[in-house]
């Protein structure tokens, strides 16, 4: 049974930085890329960051490039997102998805979420 | 930026009734989308890729259409379980989501 489970979100003041994670198990990690897809109290969903398979291909959305980096340690099936600068706009609840296609090709379609990791961002 | 307008915001159905919600994009994404479900305090579930392939276990009763800019998820006959939020994706350009489409109980 493939799982996602993300940790390490909380309350975070303007300006300062907080690193993401995301443990899976259930499949064969380093064959899918992998994905943060965030969610704001109430609103639409926000695809964040993707990394291929091998962390040769990152991507970020326009709203957090600069600040976020996302990483991944196939060793440890785990995958990262260090945010930094962070803004109150940043609040949301955090997803960690996996690509639907494996064996090195990344599709952006995402067929397994964990139950996501708050990020809130306050004074 | 692509921009993706769903309609209509909110849809009103009885259950066995047939659901249909639209996603428009604001430039061409092929056959780039893919549909979600979300229920309430869940992750969402993918439903439909590349504009219409079901994923892995989705009933039958999910379909979609569309190309290009206009495209259409449809539910044949609603469940109970169907009463949800949908929304569409595209993958053409970057990554955008629509807005959502509440599908609920009349």
């Known amino acids: 049974e493939v799982q996602l489970v993300e940790s390490g979100g909380g309350l975070v003041q303007p300006g300062r930085s907080l690193r993401l994670s995301c443990a899976a198990s259930g499949f064969t990690f380093d064959d899918y890329a992998m994905h943060w897809v965030r969610q704001a109290p109430g609103k639409g969903l926000e695809w964040v960051s993707g990394i291929s398979w091998n962390s040769g291909s990152i991507g970020y959305a326009d709203s957090v490039k600069g600040r976020f980096t996302i990483s991944r340690d196939n060793a440890k099936n785990s995958l990262y997102l260090q945010m930094n600068s962070l803004r109150a706009e940043d609040t949301a609840l955090y997803y960690c998805?996996?690509?639907?296609?494996?064996?090195?090709?990344?599709?952006?379609?995402?067929?397994?979420w964990g139950q996501g990791t708050l990020v809130t961002v306050s004074s | 930026e692509i921009v993706l307008t769903q309609s209509p915001a909110t849809l009103s159905l009885s259950p066995g009734e047939r659901a249909t919600l639209s996603c428009r994009a604001s430039q061409s994404v092929s056959s780039y989308l893919a549909w979600y479900q979300q229920k309430p305090g869940q992750a969402p579930r993918l439903l439909i890729y590349d504009a219409s392939n079901r994923a892995t276990g989705i009933p039958a009763r999910f379909s979609g259409s569309g190309s290009g800019t206009d495209f259409t998820l449809t539910i044949s006959s609603l469940e109970p379980e169907d009463f949800a939020v949908y929304y569409c994706?595209?993958?053409?350009?970057?990554?955008?989501f629509g807005q959502g489409t509440r599908l609920e109980i009349k």
């Open positions: 998805a996996k690509d639907i296609m494996g064996t090195g090709t990344t599709s952006f379609y995402f067929d397994y």
């Open positions: 994706q595209q993958r053409s350009n970057s990554i955008t």
